[in-house]
């Protein structure tokens, strides 16, 4: 089944600190954008790609697509203050595709077998997210980090993109979210208040989101063993 992908890109990255988009540092003289890009320009199964971006970085966001030879960015969409409002906007723009995934721009190591394996439950049960098991033991603490409580590990899972949908579950489910003033981190939260089932589809621990400056550490080393 082919689908089409939402590419959120039109955060500040102030987390990452660099002084810039977090989408346009070089991993291995290339930037991060263009790694998640290609991952999507591959894959046969991907009709379309639809780029969020600050609508400051237009031009900065054409050159690297024409550097780079990006030839399924289908629209360059002008993101808003919040990620879900980016998605939002980019999910205008889907065209002529029953499935739709929502794929973090800081997120460059997806891999596609794990796309397509997303998509086929996402046919299936029309939403589907991937994520991997918690390692860590979870606390939740007071302001003053006092812990309240630990929270069961088993059952919980880390959460990534892509996220899957049923281009009408999705559609949905953003709607409802704004109607509503609601406001979620992820595209799947929006989903579940429908109410919708989601399911997991386990992913790999390399798709890491890069948020904070020793993200880029583990980026070079995913980056040495690389294969996508
Ligand atoms: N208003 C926003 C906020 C985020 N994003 C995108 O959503 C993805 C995940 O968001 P996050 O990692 O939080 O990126 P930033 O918002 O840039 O980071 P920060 O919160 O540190 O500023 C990123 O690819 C980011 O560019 C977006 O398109 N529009
Ligand atoms: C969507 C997401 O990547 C799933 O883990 C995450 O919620 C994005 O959070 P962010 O703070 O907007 O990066």
Known sequence: MNYQVVIPA?????????????????????????HTLRVFEKDPHCSGIILVINKDEQEEFEKLLATYNIQKVTSLVHGGSERQHSVYNGLQNVRNSEIVLVHD???????????HKLVKAAVENGAAILAVPVKDTIKRASIDLHVNETV???????VQTPQAFHVSVLTAAHEQAR????????EASLVERLPRQVTIVEGDYLNIKLTTQDDLL????????WKS
């Open 10 to 34: 039109a955060g500040q990255g102030k987390r990452m600190n660099a002084g810039k988009n977090k989408q346009f540092i070089k991993l291995q003289s290339i930037p991060v954008i263009i």
């Open 218 to 225: 583990f980026a070079e080393a995913i980056l040495k063993n």
């Open 152 to 158: 069961e590990r088993s059952g919980l899972w880390a």
């Open 105 to 115: 721009g800081a997120r460059p190591f997806v891999k596609v077998e794990f796309i």
């Open 179 to 186: 109607r509503e003033q609601y406001l979620g981190t992820d």
